[in-house]
């Protein structure tokens, strides 16, 4: 069974506070992804990974950066949460080369920013 | 105009309904189409997923794509209480390329 964990189910952070935001998944997949999901406007995707240490933009990366040192863990960062990043945070991975690739997400982590 | 337009409803429909779940997109360029069905505090599961144009059947499930109109379908029939839950399409250009999701859609299957 493919799993995809996150570090934390609920975060509560103060406006200005570097917030991380950690992802693993145990399949050995290439691919990684993170999304936020927010009411009436659906999943958007904020960054995502080929592979170690590369990262590409997706189409929200304002206010966040990633990074990935190993293949299996993938973070988010926001630098400076604000209270527009409160939102519910998800991470996906899939595998890479095949001609369909299913994405596999978390079980998402719920950002509050006061 | 969004990439991809999904009605967000709510739908609430009764036990043994059939259900009609549909999207819109604009990029002609889309090749892959999926449908993922969420549950309530947790993460999207995809359900289906169709390449092109044409139907798909698993089960009490049948996609559908009409890439002439731009439009794709989720089919339910015989709907059950354990169906409720938001349903997204998802599209991309090739079967590993980042997805384009719609807003999702609130199913709630009444007994």
Request: proline content about 4%; aromatic content about 12%; some cysteine.
């Amino acid at each position: 069974d493919v799993k995809v964990t996150q570090s934390s189910r609920y975060l509560v952070k103060r406006t200005g506070e570097k917030v991380f935001l950690e992802c693993v998944q145990d399949m050995d997949h290439e691919n990684m992804f993170w999304y936020r999901q927010d009411p009436g406007l659906g999943l958007r995707l904020i960054y995502f990974s080929y592979d170690v240490k590369m990262k590409e933009k997706g189409d929200i990366p304002e206010g966040y950066s990633v990074s990935r040192e190993k293949k299996e863990r993938f973070s988010l960062i926001l630098e400076s949460a604000s209270t527009n990043q409160t939102s519910m945070y998800l991470c996906a991975s899939s595998f890479e080369g095949r001609e369909f690739d299913e994405q596999y997400f978390g079980p998402g982590t719920r950002l509050t920013v006061t | 105009q969004k990439e991809v337009e999904q009605d967000p409803g709510p739908l609430s429909v009764p036990e043994g309904a059939i259900v009609s779940l549909n999207c819109t997109y604009s990029n002609s360029a889309f090749q892959y189409f999926m449908w993922y069905r969420q549950y309530s505090r947790k993460g999207p599961e995809l359900l289906m997923y169709t390449y092109s144009s044409g139907n798909k059947e698993d089960g009490r499930f049948t996609a559908q794509v009409d890439k002439s109109s731009k439009y794709i379908s989720l089919f339910i029939r015989d709907s059950q209480p354990s169906d409720s839950a938001t349903y997204l399409c998802a599209m991309s250009v090739t079967g590993n390329t980042p997805l384009v999701f719609g807003k999702g859609t609130r199913l709630s299957v009444i007994a």
